[in-house]
Structure formats: C-alpha cells, structure tokens
C-alpha cells in the first residue's frame, strides 16, 4: 500500500515536471516568435538595408525607398530582385504571425482539438517563416554583392538587413522551442495514466 502511494507521487510529480517544461518551451518559443515578428515587420519597413556613398554624400537604401542628400524616394524600378525580397519578407511576417496566433492557442485545450496539435502546427509556421526570411535575406545578400557592391565602391549592409537576420534566427528559435513542446506534449500524451 505504501509503495503504492509512493508510485503515484512520482507519476504526478513526473507529470507536473514535464508539463512545467512543456510550458516552458512554449512560453520561450512565443517569446521568440514575438520579437522575430516584430524585428521581420521593422526590417521590411525601414530604409537601412544597405548604406553608400554617392557623389560626395551618403545614401541609404531599404527595400521600398532610398534617401540621398535628406530626401527619399519611392522605389519605383521593378526589379525582380526587390520584388521576390519583399514578397518572401511579408510571406515570412505573416507567416509568424499565423504561428505566433497558433502558439497561443496551444496554451488552451479545446476537446475539439485533439487530434490536431497547435503546438506542432505553431512549429512548422515558425520554420516556415523561417524559410521565407533566409530566401528573401539570401537574394539580396546574393545581389547586392555581385552587383550593387560593384557599383557602389564605399557601401556596406546596415541595420534593416541585420535586423533581418536577427528574426531569422528568432524565427528558427521559436520553431525550435515549438517542436521541443511537441514532443513533451506526446510524451506526456504516449506515457499517459498506467
């Protein structure tokens, strides 16, 4: 009898354990997610992706405008390259942002849900945006050093582009965090009362 009450307070301790860490991952992963959203939104936005020298004077260029001499302009050139960045920049934010409304979900348990696992589904958004943000960040890198690079001899890449980098890697996290509270979640689900 008494080993059998000693049985049951590991189970639940074991159960609590590894829920705390379900949880934990989760809470980290939409953490992650959060910040990555909002620095893929900042970087998309902003007129810093690469900075040059032109004429004399500095100039800075983003994804929509570029500023010489104080003033900026619309880009107004549809070159592929900028398209296809910015497509796979807004693709990856809204991307997270599905996975960061799946992410929360998770939180809940809704019987009408249980075959289907927000947190996995929350993952696979995340490493999805993921994607988005190293193809549009692997164009332009591509093109800007081959080719802007060569024409503008003083030039370098600014804050916008590292800010994408940045939510690149607060992407992949926060689908890392995603999956690790999967698998907890199937454990927990395998293991189940004995």
């Known amino acids: 009898m008494n080993n059998t009450k000693k049985e049951d307070v590991h189970k639940a301790l074991a159960t609590v354990i590894v ?5 934990s991952f989760m809470g980290g992963g939409l953490f992650c997610a959060i910040v990555g959203n909002i620095l893929l939104v900042v ?8 900075q040059y020298r032109l004429s ?20 107004t050139d549809s070159i592929a390259y900028w398209n296809a960045t910015r497509a796979f920049m807004i693709l990856s934010a809204m991307s997270c942002f599905a996975g960061i409304i799946a992410g929360i979900l998770s939180f809940a348990h809704f019987s009408a849900f249980e075959r289907f696992n927000r947190s996995f589904a929350a993952g696979i958004m995340f490493f999805v945006s993921t994607l988005f943000v190293l193809l549009a960040m692997a164009i332009y890198t ?3 050093v081959n080719f802007l690079g060569k024409r503008f001899g003083d030039w370098r890449f600014s804050w916008s ?4 980098w940045v939510a690149l890697l607060m992407t992949f996290f926060a689908g890392i965090f995603y999956m690790c509270a999967y698998r907890m979640h199937e454990c927990r689900r395998v293991a189940g009362p004995r």
Do not use: E, N, P
């Open 142 to 144: 591509g093109v800007t």
């Open 43 to 50: 970087s998309t936005a902003t007129d810093y992706w690469m």
């Open 56 to 75: 004399g004077s500095f100039a800075h260029q983003g994804l929509w405008r570029y500023c010489m001499s104080g003033k900026c302009y619309m880009q």
């Open 19 to 23: 829920s705390l860490m379900m949880y």
């Open 161 to 164: 582009y590292i800010l994408g």
